[in-house]
């Protein structure tokens, strides 16, 4: 007689394997499990021993496969009445889980492939609704990463992610010193920052310093209705990336301005003004015989590069100097684009001043949001948000 059996695989005290059935043509395996008597039931959620049985009830219940064979337990379980918890609840018998029909270690396990897999494909990979894989992965990450951690914040980032079409956004906070997403919060409007301000304790509050982010006045109005001693520092890859547009603008209505011949330069050299390095040899004689031929275009690119070296200076007084020079030549073109383009820089300069004492930049927090996008267009989208959030929260814990 064969001495293989398949015990060792349920090395769990408190069930017992009564009988076993395998189907061939459906190729899957189904135990009977029995609570084991010698043991006095205990409560799943507090542990404590149960008083009286309150009813018996039956589950199939699906476990891990054995080799490629599918296993299914049909389990019979009963429900106590727990002194401590004041509830009936169902007894704890090691393996099964209280709340999905598959076993603990499935549970685990459907848990660890979504880290690397989609739930679709989990869910194909062991024939199972993906509903329930998604389902079991949640509740595992909201014991993980429901409870955002505040403590230690000192520098903050914060950037806005689309997530569809509408104006869907997602405002992401991230710790700066650790790289980890702090908080998630939906839409991008003051009470969006707000409601994450309120989740911090007074000393939590006190000890944060600054916060780097773009123009966004809603985020401004949060900051400093609810922490007004947080230094704002705006990051030069946004105020750059505005000043793109204005380029583009005062390209466009050069470009109407000028004769049949001149157009024939302006075509094609839309990138060429916002590049930083120009490499190609014929672009560069492009670029060139372009600003030659127009003063207000060669003085927009030289406004381009001096508005970068801006964010370059420690000392407030030379990033003072530096800003209001930018500006007198900015203004001197009296363009209305440019102009104002510049009053809006006079407006927040307070924001480029604090980047001398908090050298600060989302260049973090952009890769962030691209690592993001890569877990949004994997999975197809997200329509349950809160799922997203966590998913989120774990490709970023530290």
Same mark, same amino acid.
């Given at each position: 007689m064969s001495?293989?059996?398949?015990?060792p695989y349920f090395p769990f005290c408190r069930i017992?394997?009564?009988?076993?059935?395998?189907?061939?043509k459906a190729q899957e395996s189904w135990l009977k499990v029995v609570?084991?008597?010698?043991?006095?039931?205990?409560?799943?959620?507090?542990?404590?021993?149960a008083i009286r049985i309150h009813s018996r009830s039956q589950r199939n219940v699906r476990d891990l496969n054995l080799a490629s064979t599918p296993v299914y337990l049909q389990c019979h379980f009963r429900k106590i009445f727990c002194p401590a918890c004041q509830r009936i609840v169902i007894e704890d018998l090691e393996l099964l889980h209280p709340y999905f029909r598959v076993t603990k270690r499935l549970a685990?396990?459907?848990?660890?492939?979504?880290?690397v897999m989609t739930v679709k494909e989990v869910a194909e990979h062991l024939g199972l609704d993906w509903k329930t894989v998604k389902n079991i992965d949640k509740f595992f990450l909201e014991a993980q990463y429901g409870t955002p951690c505040f403590d230690g914040l000192r520098l903050l980032a914060v950037d806005e992610i689309s997530i569809r079409k509408g104006h869907r956004y997602l405002t992401i906070i991230l710790d700066y010193e650790t790289g980890r997403v702090v908080w998630i919060g939906q839409k991008r409007k003051a009470r969006t920052l707000k409601s994450f301000f309120n989740r911090l304790s007074k000393k939590q509050k006190k000890n944060l310093e600054a916060i780097v982010m773009d123009m966004w006045d809603p985020y401004i109005k949060a900051v400093k209705a609810k922490v007004p001693h947080v230094k704002i520092v705006f990051d030069l890859f946004h105020v750059v990336a505005q000043f793109s547009q204005v380029i583009d603008k005062v390209r466009n209505s050069e470009y109407r301005k000028a004769s049949k011949e001149q157009k024939e330069i302006f075509k094609g050299a839309k990138y060429l003004l916002l590049k930083n390095t120009v490499r190609r040899f014929k672009?560069?004689?492009?670029?060139?015989?372009? =600003? %030659?031929?127009? @003063?207000?275009?060669?003085?927009?690119y030289i406004l381009k590069d001096q508005l970068k070296h801006i964010w370059s200076y420690k000392s407030r007084t030379w990033t003072i100097k530096a800003l209001d020079h930018w500006c007198s030549l900015a203004r001197s073109l009296r363009n209305q684009s440019v102009t104002k383009f510049t009053n809006m820089l006079?407006?927040?300069?307070?924001?480029?001043?604090?980047?001398?004492?908090?050298?600060?930049?989302t260049s973090k927090l952009e890769g962030v949001n691209n690592k993001i996008k890569v877990i949004k267009?994997?999975?197809?989208?997200?329509?349950?948000?809160?799922?997203?959030? =966590? %998913?989120?929260? @774990?490709a970023f814990a530290n």
């Open positions: 001495s293989l059996s398949i015990t017992r394997i009564v009988n076993q059935f395998v189907y061939p609570p084991d008597k010698r043991f006095q039931p205990i409560c799943h959620l507090c542990g404590h021993k685990e396990y459907i848990h660890g492939l979504c880290k672009q560069r004689a492009q670029l060139a015989e372009l =600003l %030659k031929l127009n @003063q207000v275009i060669n003085t927009v006079v407006r927040y300069s307070y924001g480029i001043l604090n980047h001398c004492d908090y050298p600060l930049h267009r994997k999975a197809y989208g997200f329509h349950d948000l809160r799922y997203f959030s =966590l %998913k989120i929260y @774990q």
